[in-house]
């Protein structure tokens, strides 16, 4: 039977030995439920929707489907399931895809089980955990506006939409937006509903990614 208080994890991920580990570190986490592993996009696409994970760690370098492709179609089917890419490389071209795919996070696989167990919870609070180098690169595209004329959907944002966007992106939570901003947290959701109504996205991870792409 299902514990509520742990978080419901799979993995996809093509390498079985990472898969063992992986589940190994999940199983014996008290606050973890391991609910399943899948060897490629395919299986995973099938299969995920009967055991309802909570977070799902995708390999982004599968055989046949890439991971970014097979967060693009599950995000569509499993819209509350919280994705985050496993890689062995920072490559930011292909983590910002993956993050407008519908992704919310980005480790190394060369995490420890530490630094696992603790992405995920703060994936499941609401966070999106990522490598310092890749949140490094976030954060200065917040730093300066973006170039005129790149994207005219970023002009329609307002200025506190635009510093609510950069919050987001350095993984506040929303509470935690109406507390550095001195709003309650109702406005916050009222502005970030108006921004991605705006950008015509539906996720933090997809919004981040409309402004990388732009600037």
Not at 113 to 120: K, P, S
Request: proline share 5%.
């Amino acid at each position: 039977m299902s514990n509520p208080d742990r978080i419901r994890v799979a993995i996809v991920e093509d390498d079985e030995s990472l898969r063992r580990i992986f589940g190994g570190w999940m199983q014996r986490s008290p606050g973890m439920e391991f609910v399943g592993e899948f060897p490629d996009a395919e299986s995973a696409i099938l299969g995920l929707g009967s055991v309802r994970p909570e977070v799902v760690l995708v390999d982004i370098q599968l055989p046949g489907l890439d991971g970014i492709e097979c967060v693009r179609r599950l995000k569509g089917t499993l819209g509350s399931t919280q994705f985050m890419m496993l890689t062995v490389y920072e490559d930011a071209d292909r983590i910002f895809k993956a993050l407008e795919a519908g992704a919310a996070g980005y480790l190394l696989k060369r995490t420890t089980q530490e630094e696992l167990i603790d992405a995920i919870v703060e994936l499941r609070k609401g966070g999106s955990p990522m490598t310092s180098a890749i949140a490094r690169k976030v954060v200065q595209s917040f730093q300066h506006p973006a170039p005129v004329g790149v994207s005219a959907e970023m002009a329609h944002l307002s200025p506190r939409e635009r510093e609510i966007l950069g919050l987001l992106a350095q993984g506040y939570l929303y509470k935690e937006i109406a507390s550095d901003l001195g709003i309650s947290v109702p406005t916050v959701n009222a502005h970030i509903r108006n921004m991605y109504e705006k950008l015509q996205v539906h996720s933090r991870a997809q919004a981040v990614a409309r402004y990388m792409k732009a600037g």
